[in-house]
């Protein structure tokens, strides 16, 4: 069983930058693509950002330019740079793996993510 630990989240003002870290228990990165997903209330549950094991990237177009994700295979780690973050980027923010176009195997606790206008 892979766990995943996300971290980083916080309140910021519109404009302003986070950075997400998601620590997975053992190395998979080389097994899993990887993907960062965000809920907002009411809404459900939606891809951000994704990373290949070949280190290909994509993104929701509704943050394209303005989040990077990012791993570090040593460190188990799977990173998400959000600048000029905006009030409707506010949301839990969660990783996980990749299997296909689905998200594959537990989710963890997530990471809330404030932004004030």
């Known amino acids: 069983q892979v766990q995943l630990v996300e971290s980083g989240g916080g309140l910021v003002q519109a404009g302003g930058s986070l950075r997400l870290s998601c620590l997975a228990s053992?190395?998979?990165?080389?097994?899993?693509?990887m993907g960062w997903y965000r809920q907002a209330p009411g809404k459900q549950r939606e891809l951000v950002a994704a990373i290949t094991v070949g280190g290909s990237t994509n993104y929701a177009d509704s943050v394209k330019g303005r989040f990077t994700i990012s791993r570090d295979n040593a460190k188990n780690t799977v990173y998400l740079q959000m600048n000029s973050l905006k009030p409707e980027d506010t949301a839990v923010y969660y990783c996980?793996?990749?299997?296909?176009?689905?998200?594959?195997?537990?989710w963890g606790q997530g990471t809330q993510d404030t932004v004030s206008s």
């Open positions: 996980n793996r990749r299997l296909g176009d689905f998200p594959y195997g537990s």
């Open positions: 053992r190395s998979i990165f080389s097994m899993y693509a």
